[in-house]
Antibody
Framework: QVQLQESGPGLVKPSETLSLTCSVS????????WSWIRQPAGKGLEWIGR???????TYKPSLKSRVTMSVDTSKNQFYLKLISVTAADTAVYYC??????????WGQGTVVTVNS | SFELTQPPSVSVSPGQTAKITCSGD??????AYWYQQKPGQAPVLVIL???ERPSGIPERFSGSSSGTTVTLTISGVQAEDEADYYC??????????FGTGTKVTVL
């Protein structure tokens, strides 16, 4: 069965770039949509965006100016970059897989704190 | 983009039925999905396309849709069903939105 694992720095300084990797095992990354979702402590889920295995992406409008997603099919990985971070970007970040409108498989999440 | 509104909390006794609503103007045109999230864990999809149950999800979880409201029903609630529940949908351009979330407490 497919497994997703997020990785990246747990601490990012304000104004710098948050970079995360989602590694996919147990299935090919090809033919699926891959999303990033975040959740500040004690708050609800926020969808950041998604990328198809071909590289076509869609982002949440309010984050679009700061977000870039990419995919590397040879490594079975996809990536999130969020520039100019502030304390408001502190959250648990999840990656997830879907076929159409659903988020069927999720990673365990990784905590990212924005602090100097 | 659109919004999805859920009640903040629902309380239910073991063995009873819990109903969680999710309202949004886009729901007559778009499918809804439901996720269960227990403390410290990633969300789990429990309902897709308004009313379909993914493999491995107990039959006591069901979904329905009527107009601008979708409903997640948990029949015969068990203690292990205590969790946060989120609805989710997407607009025509593929922008996903989550509901505000509902905490289900089993009394």
């Amino acid at each position: 069965q497919v497994q997703l694992q997020e990785s990246g720095p747990g601490l990012v300084k304000p104004s710098e770039t948050l970079s995360l990797t989602c590694s996919v095992s147990g299935d090919s990354i090809t033919g699926y949509y891959w999303s990033w979702i975040r959740q500040p402590a004690g708050k609800g889920l926020e969808w950041i965006g998604r990328i198809y295995s071909s590289g076509s992406s869609t982002y949440k409008p309010s984050l679009k100016s700061r977000v870039t997603m990419s995919v590397d099919t040879s490594k079975n990985q996809f990536y999130l970059k969020l520039i100019s971070v502030t304390a408001a970007d502190t959250a648990v970040y999840y990656c997830a897989r879907g076929l159409l409108g659903e988020l069927l498989n999720w990673g365990q999440g990784t905590v990212v704190t924005v602090n100097s | 983009s659109f919004e999805l509104t859920q009640p903040p909390s629902v309380s239910v006794s073991p063995g009873q039925t819990a109903k969680i609503t999710c309202s949004g103007d886009a729901l007559p045109k778009q499918y809804a999905y439901w996720y269960q999230q227990k403390p410290g864990q990633a969300p789990v999809l429990v309902i897709l396309k308004d009313s379909e149950r993914p493999s491995g999800i107990p039959e006591r979880f069901s979904g329905s849709s009527s107009g601008t409201t979708v409903t997640l029903t948990i029949s015969g609630v068990q203690a292990e069903d205590e969790a946060d529940y989120y609805c989710q949908s997407a607009d025509s351009s593929g922008i996903f939105v989550f509901g505000t979330g509902t905490k289900v407490t089993v009394l």
